[in-house]
């Protein structure tokens, strides 16, 4: 799995996969009192929320790049899945912190290749236009 330039566990869980419905609706009452349904597709805005799958951790090394990916304002990167599905996505700052990281054990200071359980919140736009 890779997350712009960063390398990724394969074992990383998608889990909010299946709770993104693709068609908005709104509804509404007329002043007849008919309901007033609008539907379409959505384009982008599909919540993607990562995190290690029990057993496998990421070294502190690959968190310390997710902090500069997570630290660049509106910066879109390529998502590619173990499946070879791909996305464009940016960080998603509304639902909690966009990159959460813990130690399976404090230290003081820890080595590059200490283990994190670690969680990300994405979320799909548009990729920019082809040059």
């Known amino acids: ?41 959505k384009l982008y805005g599909r919540p993607i929320t990562l995190r290690s799958n029990g057993g496998v951790w990421t070294p502190l090394s690959d968190v310390r790049q997710l902090e500069v990916l997570r630290d660049q304002a509106g910066r879109g990167m390529p998502l590619t899945l173990p499946d070879g599905r791909e996305f464009f996505v940016i960080f998603n700052r509304i639902n909690g912190a966009p990159l959460e990281a813990r130690p399976l054990e404090r230290l003081v200071n820890p080595p590059d290749d200490h283990p994190y359980d670690v969680s990300l919140r994405l979320i799909t736009v548009a990729p920019p236009p082809a040059p």
Request: glycine share 4%.
């Open 1 to 41: 799995m890779m997350l712009d330039s960063v390398e990724l566990d394969d074992q990383f869980e998608w889990v909010d996969e299946f709770e993104w419905d693709v068609i908005a609706q709104e509804q509404e009452r007329s002043l007849s009192g008919a309901l007033l349904v609008q539907e379409g597709v």
